[in-house]
């Protein structure tokens, strides 16, 4: 029950963090109820998109520190989502699951500060140069996660 | 069964997605940042599909276990995956705690045993998720097999002994004259007799030397007759006949066996069973376990094979004396001329469900009906010299096998 109220939790922080006005959090925070209500179900991806659709209507500029935390809110909601998604709802995750999804989303959440950082820097610079490294970026996260994933002994 | 993505994967790869192409559409650089953990999501994921399929197994840790009691069921999965759910549902005879678990190992679920009987989880499943939530597997059924539930013994404790004890060693004083620790009489002493029975104190008071004679303790052999031929619930909750008998029945055994009785037992219900006469702990499993299995239930005629009892066997029925099958039985029973004894196991506040549909004036009248046709059996029985006695708990037998030991002596 506790993952399903943080799916809710990290949509309409989300939300809240792009400025979007109020009829727009109303959709959001509905469609997170219903992600919350259905983990393993479409409604979560849905309700996470319409925060990307509030993003990108309503959304602060790139510098914004705003976007780190709404970057954080979609991390917690999705990491949630799947550990809700793991079973009924009395179901009991383990310790260890926990903990192992717990740093997952750190991580995830870190490496998307430090491309939001490096955006920033080359926003601050060359306004121009922001697209490529961004992308750039994106593609050397991926391209690192793909890596590492192959070595043995990774999780 | 395989290997198919999950809504998590579907999340991540579409979240991804959208957000880069809202970012190019819109214009708008911080949408690259929110696609930053989907993308890394999503590779990850897709590179750690699972290749194999993995196979839960579930298994009981006790073969096992005394009714009141818990245990656990053990759960395992053989293969490739990160996570583990199990679900494990209570059935209405099995207490399941918890009853879904994700783990990344092997895990285990308390099962607590509210009734004997043999038992299963209404359900077992697992759940396999793979390398970063990417891919699952299942729910796929594991089943424990069945969980062989042992009646509660009560704690019982009878004070008479048997009436006609013919074995070589026991607990029970016999009516031969041994070595022993029961007093029997003091009589002259007899060339043969052993200087240290000498009773010294008398001897000195009489002209000639008297000796104290005991009886020797021997063992007895029972035979327990348990009916389930019918099973008679009483208030919701409370015992039923066929729970007080098998609980008797298991009580009874356990008090003779611990008094290095021989004990047999032989169930009257739709499949009948004989649980032939012996003794020792091994032999108390053996009965537990065949009451257990045991399954009420009606049948035309009671399957009675022929008794094989030793003579001066004593022969307790508990029985609710409600079949009209039982008469068959009781017939064979008293035609051994074996001592029996009847222990009524109908509940004190018993009364029959009545079929859905059916005036409750007329069922309680059916049962009135019912109620004196076993009191004519009772009387019947009583007046043929079979003592019928409800069972209370510890020493609901001792004034009726002390008065059958004391009438041959």
């Known amino acids: 029950m506790i993952a399903r109220g943080l799916v809710l939790l990290g949509i309409a922080g989300a939300a809240v963090a792009s400025g979007a006005p109020l009829v727009g959090l109303l959709v959001c925070v509905v469609l997170g109820i219903a992600a919350g209500a259905l983990p393993d179900s479409p409604a979560p991806a849905v309700a996470t998109m319409a925060v990307l659709g509030a993003w990108a209507a309503w959304g602060h500029g790139l510098t914004s520190p705003l976007v780190v935390v709404g970057v954080t809110g979609l991390v917690v909601a999705h990491v949630a989502a799947h550990l809700a998604s793991l079973g009924p709802p009395d179901l009991r995750v383990g310790r260890a699951t926990l903990a192992r999804w717990s740093a997952r989303g750190v991580v995830l959440v870190a490496l998307s500060a430090v491309v939001w950082g490096c955006l920033v820097l080359a926003s601050h610079r060359t306004p121009s140069a922001a697209w490529v490294v961004g992308v750039l970026a994106a593609l050397g996260a991926g391209a690192a996660a793909l890596v590492a994933a192959r070595q043995p002994g990774s999780s | ?409």
Do not use: K
Not at chain 2, 49 to 61: F, I, N, Q, Y
Not at chain 2, 152 to 171: F, Q
């Open chain 2, 1 to 409: 069964m395989g290997w198919r993505p999950t809504a998590t994967l579907a999340r991540a790869v579409g979240c991804a997605t959208v957000a880069l192409a809202l970012a190019l559409v819109a214009g708008r650089p911080a949408l690259v940042v929110l696609a930053v953990p989907f993308a890394v999501h999503a590779a990850l994921a897709l590179t750690r599909r699972p290749t194999s399929s993995p196979t839960g197994r579930a298994r009981w840790r006790a073969e096992s276990v005394a009714e009141g009691q818990a245990t656990w069921l053990d759960l395992r999965l053989d293969g490739e995956a990160e996570d583990v759910t199990w679900v494990v549902r209570s059935s209405s005879q099995l207490d399941c705690e918890p009853q879904a678990v994700a783990a990344s190992g092997p895990t285990s679920v308390r099962v607590g045993a509210r009734r004997w009987g043999v038992r299963e989880p209404a359900g077992v499943a697992y759940l396999a998720t793979g390398g970063w939530g990417g891919f699952r597997v299942g729910p796929a059924p594991a089943s424990p097999g069945r969980l062989r539930v042992l009646p509660a013994a009560l704690a019982y404790d009878a004070s008479a002994p048997l009436p006609h004890p013919l074995g070589l060693v026991g607990a029970h004083a016999s009516h031969r004259t041994g070595a022993g620790l029961e007093y029997n009489q003091t009589r002259a002493f007899a060339s043969g007799d052993r200087l240290r029975r000498i009773n010294w104190r008398v001897s000195s008071r009489t002209p000639s030397l008297l000796v104290d004679t005991t009886l020797t303790e021997d063992d007895a052999s029972v035979l327990l007759v348990v009916d389930l031929l019918t099973d008679v619930a009483g208030r919701p909750g409370n015992a039923t006949s066929a729970d007080l008998g098998v609980r008797a029945t298991a009580t009874l055994a356990g008090h003779h066996l611990a008094l290095g009785d021989r004990v047999g037992v032989r169930v009257l219900a739709s499949s009948s069973t004989t649980v032939r006469a012996g003794s020792g702990r091994r032999h108390l499993r053996r009965i537990q376990g065949v009451l257990a299995g045991s399954v009420p239930g009606s049948s035309e005629r009671v399957a009675m094979p022929p008794l094989r009892t030793p003579p001066g066997t004593t022969i307790i029925l508990l029985s609710p004396l409600l079949a009209t099958a039982l008469t068959d039985a009781l017939g064979e029973l008293l035609s051994h001329g074996r001592t029996l004894v009847v222990v009524d196991t109908l509940p004190p506040d018993a009364r029959p469900p009545a079929a859905p549909g059916t005036d409750p004036e007329l069922a309680a009248l059916a049962w009135r009906m019912r109620a004196l046709d076993r009191a004519e059996v009772v009387a019947a029985l009583e007046r043929v010299g079979v003592r019928v006695v409800p069972w209370r708990g510890p020493g609901s037998l001792d004034v009726v096998l002390r008065q059958l030991a004391r009438g041959p002596r």
